[in-house]
């Protein structure tokens, strides 16, 4: 039997605020779109949570035995500077000022996220499209919403007409911000504006000479807007409804609203059942930004080439880190936290480590089936890792009191133990055992010096003091000292 079928899962629904008991669409099967990086950059530390926060949903899902179609975009044109409707596009002032194609800037940044998120062990989506590689649906989509009178052509740009379309639909209803409110809150600095409305937004730009992303429209020539890539891709793959969306919080507004309003002028269906938001990374309690500084790449955080922390941090204790706030609470990055995630990190691998090696007793003074479900009840309440963490840790000084003969562990239940921290430590957090290659090549060490010792012991019985004191000398150059007692010899590393 499939494990969702024992699992109920709730999650934190951002439209209705409230927790919501999961119920996909077709039984078995889930639709999940994650708005994805615009690529004109290196992957922001804080946009990795984000993505990290969605690994964990996706593994999840796919443990309890969901088949998951997991789609996540890759935004290459039309995410213009400030989210504004009259910035830059941001990948097209990058080519212009390194001098090169957009496409280029595209392919260098959507690399790097790749290799940074197979660094943390995420699984990639099932499927990845790009904005520009559906400029054609998104045309259609435009045409669609044209047609049925909620949007409109002014000097060859399309605009959402967002007071129609609030007529009969309820504009900002993810971010519960009101029309008059809105209102109020747009600066029209431009007042040669040729939107109706303040609030509409544009569908499709038309492009300056001098603008060098551009395509042929029924509108002229041309780039699409930021919103309309994830309402044409979303439903393009998953279906006129789907299971669940997700993005940062600061992409509820205009952002989702935005894609709400598009689905449903085109498909007069409310497209998404469960909108997650993950919340925001701070760094030593401030606001990350590249502008004062307060800004750490994760490649960074790897090579310990920064000035923020005091050591290098592997990717998967920065991961772990990360699981031990839950995905809708603000979480502080700094080096303290980081340090004291890697120590509970090791204890929490060498715990797991120490199981096979636990001696059997007739009883447990555990209940480990209880333990187990409890480690269940953590996720299947909109995926608390945290709590998740916590119970992992009520096994690993379990495991400790066994280890130390203060508590005792049946057979069955040592196997329940291992197999339930290796489907959650490995499958659920994606976490890697990064002691494994160290401890293989500590082993692959100690049988080395053993080896040069007990040659050392034939060249001294032999008397060929020459070759011992050679084999002495050399390895203590190295760092390794060689220590002659009584029971033979043995080595220490300096
Ligand atoms: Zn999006």
Redesign the pocket.
Known sequence: MKLYKEQEIYIYNSISKEKEKFEPITEGYVGM?V??PTVYSNVHLGNCRTFLSFDLVFRYLKHLGYKVRYVR?I?DVGHLEDDAEDGEDRIAKRARLEKIEPMEVAQIYTVDFRDIMSKFNALPPSIEPTATGHILEQIEAIQKIIDRGFAYEVNGSVYFDVLKFSETHEYGKLSGRRLEDMEANTRDLDKQSEKKNPQDFALWKVAEPQHIMRWNSPWGVGFPG??L??TVM?TKYLGEQFDIHG?GMD?KFP??DC?IAQAESCNEVSPVNYWMHSNMLTLNGKKMAKSTGNNILPTEIFSGDNKILSKAFSPSVTKFFMYQAHYRSVLDFSDEALLASEKGYRRLMQAYDLVDKLPIGNTSDMDIAAWRQSCYDAMNDDFNSPILIAQLFEAVSYIQRVHNGTAICTESDKEILKETLKAFMFDVLGLIDEQEGQSGNSEMLSGTVNLLIDIRNDARAERNFDTSDKIRDELAALGIQLNDGKDGTGYEIK
Do not use: A, D, F, K
Request: hydrophobic content about 15%.
């Open positions: 779109y708005c994805g975009n935004t930021w919103h890539e994830c979303s993005g992409l952002h989702h894609e």
